[in-house]
């Protein structure tokens, strides 16, 4: 079974500009996250989605957003880009949404902002 | 609001021998579970154990176990045996809602 897919592994972007990641959950999972990665702020909790809906979200402003489609993938997004959004942006997918669920990570998106 | 404090920055260990990472965390809740999640240089996060708080019993997965003291609210890896491809960075979560909350990490070293 293929593992959570992000894809591109790593993207560079200019201030001001928008950016899209994609996060192909394991078949079968149903529920995505997302947690972004910083040397300061260390790991840090977006938003969730399960069954197209957002289940849960971080403390993050309005800049990020995120959605789910039908087969379960998932894009977030981040629009006016600032230096601070470099990051590696990690998702996660488990069977259903819960707090004893097994997440399962992918191997991230790193994003610099230039 | 929850937190959860790792309180070692970078430990070393030799191959073979035993190493203990820290982790305390604070909560209001009875009911909650704990992750200790391992990062390689490779970046994905692997989930190394869970502890649920109701259990008593302390966590094991082969070489990896845990030390739970809920009154004390700490949750501290112990990996036995040491192996090279053991070395990454360590995280120590907790489940609040639906989302998990990090502690900032602890670098593992294995020397040879």
């Known amino acids: 079974k293929a593992g959570v897919t992000q894809t591109p592994r790593y993207l560079i972007k200019t201030r001001g500009q928008q950016v899209t990641l994609s996060c192909s959950p394991i078949?079968?999972?149903?529920?995505v996250s997302w947690y972004q990665q910083t040397p300061g702020q260390g790991l840090q909790f977006l938003f969730e989605?399960?069954?197209?809906?957002?289940?849960n979200k971080g403390n993050f402003p309005g800049r990020f957003s995120g959605r789910q489609f039908s087969n379960s993938r998932s894009e977030m997004n981040v629009s006016t880009l600032e230096l601070g959004d470099s990051a590696l942006y990690l998702c996660?997918?488990?069977?259903?949404?819960?707090?004893?669920?097994?997440?399962?990570f992918g191997s991230g998106t790193q994003l610099s902002v230039l | 609001a929850q937190t959860v404090t790792q309180s070692q920055p970078e430990m070393s260990v030799q191959e073979a021998e035993t190493v203990t990472l820290s982790c305390t965390y604070d909560?209001?809740?009875?009911?909650?579970?704990l992750f200790w999640y391992k990062q390689p240089p490779s970046r994905q996060m692997i989930l190394v154990i869970r502890?649920?708080?109701?259990?008593?019993q302390n966590a094991t997965e082969n070489r990896f176990s845990v030390n739970f003291q809920k009154a004390a609210k700490s949750f501290s890896l112990k990996i036995s045996d040491s192996q090279l491809g053991d070395a990454a960075m360590y995280f120590c979560?907790?489940?609040?809602?639906?989302?998990?909350?990090f502690g900032a990490g602890t670098i593992l070293r294995v020397k040879s």
């Open positions: 996660a997918s488990s069977l259903v949404s819960g707090r004893n669920e097994k997440l399962f």
């Open positions: 078949s079968g999972h149903r529920s």
């Open positions: 989605y399960f069954s197209e809906t957002q289940r």
């Open positions: 909560t209001s809740e009875s009911d909650y579970y």
């Open positions: 502890q649920e708080a109701y259990k008593q």
């Open positions: 979560a907790y489940v609040s809602g639906n989302k998990l909350v």
